[in-house]
């Protein structure tokens, strides 16, 4: 794996086009460079030499260039990345936003599984809030029932009303 730095002059390549065709012939130009410097077999070219040379529009690129270059083995291939200098190459910003992705990924796992527990824990928790409630219940109600039925002579309707809200309330 070699990483070079070439300053090309693009303006060889833009003095024999036409002026309709000056950008157009300057990326394929950095290219066929690139192939005989480098001897690969795939070329890559990143996006921020295509975007530096069309920054003037396609009649006025610039005459110069630098690029930062790199070779790697792929699949018995050798191919050829570049760049500006001084700009990252894709592939390693789209690692870096696959690694972010994995991350984010992992966060939401986390939390899935303390949302999840924490909803088990407040499901045993209101079970055994609603058997203590039901047992509170039935013991007021029993105890309201012994009351009326000991008292089922005297029993006004004031009494009753009163138990009928409190068996609503529970």
């Known amino acids: 794996m070699a990483e070079r730095i070439y300053t090309i002059n693009i303006r060889k390549a833009t003095l024999k086009a036409p002026r309709w065709e000056k950008s157009k012939r300057s990326v394929a130009f950095v290219r066929e460079f690139l192939k005989r410097h480098m001897k690969g077999d795939e070329i890559r070219i990143g996006k921020s030499i295509t975007e530096e040379i069309w920054k003037s529009g396609n009649q006025n690129p610039p005459a110069k260039i630098r690029i930062h270059v790199v070779d790697r083995e792929e699949e018995d291939k050798k191919v050829i990345l570049a760049e500006l200098l001084g700009v990252a190459f894709a592939e390693e910003k789209e690692k870096k936003k696959k690694e972010k992705k994995k991350e984010k990924e992992e966060e939401k796992v986390e939390e899935k ?58």
């Open 113 to 170: 599984k303390t949302e999840e527990k924490i909803k088990t824990e407040e499901k045993k928790e209101s079970k055994i809030n609603s058997e203590d409630k039901t047992k509170e219940k039935t013991a007021i109600l029993g105890v309201v029932y012994l009351v009326v039925s000991w008292r089922s002579v005297n029993c006004s309707a004031s009494w009753l009303s009163f138990i009928s809200q409190r068996e609503n309330i529970l």
